[in-house]
């Protein structure tokens, strides 16, 4: 129903009108805090969300489970409702201009991750079991997406707080499977092929190496994982998360080092959770694209936005943030946030 | 004391560490509320607040107030502190890498527009007269920061309202100017070049064809403005308005023309106050940049993004926004709520 739409003037893409409009929490301030008798992502109310697409365990009570979004954002197969109207109406409309209003269905998967069977709000709430699971099934999602051939990158991210866009208070991902690679990708992707002809190294070997050796903005490492503040962090308390050695999708981390990985994230999340007293924030991953073969310099890398200050005007106008907190005072109040016994 | 910092894996500048770490708001969700005896954008309490950069009228009682920002994020002549211990760092830090942790001081001037004399929150809530003001201090501050020399490129915005960033319920604007041109004006002004060699036409005027044609996206037309709903707007509910005809900078307006932009710009305003119930909003605009050669073919443009939907991590991570609410509903919406005396 919904459409991928590109401003002619700016070159960006939008997705636009959709299943969303109608779901419960639109324009509303308070995520839902549903007791957990109410909660649709509670045990016991999987009648409430639609069939699994897969939980863990396989068998027996689940403890993450992976279902279709209710109020996607992109569709299988899109109604041919709003594209169709959309180019009988750029048909009637061009005339012989060469500007098009650019437009492309809406096609896609959106799923949610539910990571708890209980009704937790954090991922510092889990067992390191359990959020190992979460991980795992990241990864699954993106190497059977990778298989079903009809998506080029896998968005997944995770909103926390009503402050950072999250409609339901229980602990959940999501994930938006998409026909194009977004531009902040193909981005990143072109300076990494850059950085690896200039240099002869993958760019983000260079900027860890250059973080451990100053260590001022790093936040924590082990001998697989590295979380430091970037240099030009848009927002107060930003942490990039990353493997140590060059690995360019998050599908090669194998079942045993799943723990590993949990167990770092959620250090670092817990840090902030601390340090900040548990403030909403935004966690995505960035990982190569499924049928791109520039990816030998790429490293997957996660990213979390902690929500405590706004963006304004001036970022909205201009894309240069304006962050009052040095990365280097970041890591500082991060690093000092250690979890201790 | 603040400084520009590039991003080296996505490419993005971000102002740095700065005096508004120290500013009231930091953190707090609600808007200062002050009565107008605390307020410092009042009349009567000048003294709150840097002296003025200009007044209007020049003299007797000021209706508008142009004055440096007491928080600001770039400064005329930044303290050579954090600037100066980074580059000792990055020296210390680069043994041959190609790639560099690039910066630039945080030079630049920041000022705040303060609209009225009066407590009031919203341009609405001015004459026609005292609105014209407010627009002829943006096309003044404009005209002297380019005779000025120091700043390529000035960005004119106004946050209304807490979830929009602002941080004092007066009504005011605020400017930055800065050394450098913003990335996303500088891929406007190559998409119009490139629009230009094309189709022969400068790309907004093509584009303002083609609403004024199908008039589904159109909010309000005069023979000098239109007002429309962008084909991929980000935002629920996001207006630009234009000059109808070609005009590359605000500056170009003359003082009798100041009266129906006002009128014109406050009336789209209205529209949004009425029909989404004064929504916090950002407003930009967006003006050609003071040293190019290149703005024969681009229109100024002032852009509203009403802040009713929330940014979540897709939007962050794909750059790619989610907007539920198609365009031409949102235009039927703003264009049923017109002002009826």
Redesign the interface.
Same mark, same amino acid.
Request: aromatic share 8%; glycine share 6%.
């Given at each position: 129903m919904s459409e991928?739409?590109? &401003?002619?003037?700016?070159?960006?893409?939008?997705?636009?009108? @959709?299943e969303?409009?109608g779901r419960p929490n639109?324009?509303v301030e308070q995520a839902m805090r549903y007791s957990s008798a109410a909660c649709p992502f509670c045990a016991g109310n999987e009648s409430a969300t639609p069939p699994a697409i897969v939980q863990y365990p396989s068998s027996g009570p689940w403890k993450v489970r992976v279902i279709p979004n209710k109020y996607p954002?992109v569709a299988p197969d899109p109604a041919p409702a709003?594209s169709q109207r959309v180019s009988d109406?750029t048909a009637?409309?061009a005339r012989g201009?060469?500007?098009p209003?650019a437009s492309a269905p809406g096609e896609g998967v959106h799923e949610v991750i539910v990571e708890s069977a209980r009704h937790v709000v954090s991922l510092t709430d889990l067992t390191p079991d359990e959020a190992a699971l979460v991980f795992r099934s990241y990864r699954d999602r993106l190497r059977s997406l990778r298989a079903d051939g009809r998506c080029r990158y896998v968005?997944i $991210? #995770?909103?926390v707080g009503? =402050?950072?866009?999250?409609s339901i208070e229980h602990a959940h991902s999501?994930l938006?499977g998409m026909p194009q690679v977004?531009?902040?990708?193909e981005?990143?992707l072109q300076?990494?092929e850059l950085?690896q002809r200039? @240099?002869g190294r993958p760019?983000?070997e260079?900027?860890l190496e250059?973080e451990v =050796?100053?260590g001022?903005r790093l936040v924590a490492q082990t001998s697989d994982f590295i979380a430091h503040c970037?240099?030009?962090?848009?927002f107060a308390y930003q942490v990039s998360i990353a493997p140590r050695k060059q690995q360019a999708s998050f599908e090669a981390l194998e079942d045993s080092e799943m723990g590993k990985a949990a167990r770092f994230i959620c250090d670092i999340i817990g840090r902030m959770e601390r340090a900040l007293g548990r403030p909403a924030y935004? %966690? $995505?991953l960035?990982t190569e694209p499924f049928d791109s073969h520039r990816c030998d310099h790429y490293h997957w890398h996660i990213?979390i $936005?902690p929500r405590?200050? #706004?963006? =304004?005007? $001036?970022e909205?106008?201009? &894309?240069?943030?304006?962050?009052?907190?040095?990365?280097e %005072?970041a890591a500082e109040t991060l690093r000092a946030a250690e979890h201790v016994d």
């Amino acid at each position: 129903m919904s459409e991928f739409r590109q &401003d002619p003037l700016s070159g960006r893409w939008a997705i636009i009108g @959709s299943e969303r409009a109608g779901r419960p929490n639109e324009f509303v301030e308070q995520a839902m805090r549903y007791s957990s008798a109410a909660c649709p992502f509670c045990a016991g109310n999987e009648s409430a969300t639609p069939p699994a697409i897969v939980q863990y365990p396989s068998s027996g009570p689940w403890k993450v489970r992976v279902i279709p979004n209710k109020y996607p954002a992109v569709a299988p197969d899109p109604a041919p409702a709003l594209s169709q109207r959309v180019s009988d109406r750029t048909a009637g409309r061009a005339r012989g201009h060469l500007f098009p209003f650019a437009s492309a269905p809406g096609e896609g998967v959106h799923e949610v991750i539910v990571e708890s069977a209980r009704h937790v709000v954090s991922l510092t709430d889990l067992t390191p079991d359990e959020a190992a699971l979460v991980f795992r099934s990241y990864r699954d999602r993106l190497r059977s997406l990778r298989a079903d051939g009809r998506c080029r990158y896998v968005q997944i $991210f #995770k909103n926390v707080g009503p =402050a950072a866009g999250a409609s339901i208070e229980h602990a959940h991902s999501q994930l938006i499977g998409m026909p194009q690679v977004p531009e902040t990708i193909e981005r990143e992707l072109q300076r990494c092929e850059l950085a690896q002809r200039q @240099s002869g190294r993958p760019l983000l070997e260079t900027i860890l190496e250059a973080e451990v =050796a100053t260590g001022e903005r790093l936040v924590a490492q082990t001998s697989d994982f590295i979380a430091h503040c970037p240099w030009a962090s848009r927002f107060a308390y930003q942490v990039s998360i990353a493997p140590r050695k060059q690995q360019a999708s998050f599908e090669a981390l194998e079942d045993s080092e799943m723990g590993k990985a949990a167990r770092f994230i959620c250090d670092i999340i817990g840090r902030m959770e601390r340090a900040l007293g548990r403030p909403a924030y935004n %966690l $995505f991953l960035y990982t190569e694209p499924f049928d791109s073969h520039r990816c030998d310099h790429y490293h997957w890398h996660i990213e979390i $936005f902690p929500r405590v200050t #706004k963006t =304004a005007g $001036f970022e909205w106008s201009t &894309d240069c943030f304006i962050n009052p907190v040095p990365p280097e %005072l970041a890591a500082e109040t991060l690093r000092a946030a250690e979890h201790v016994d």
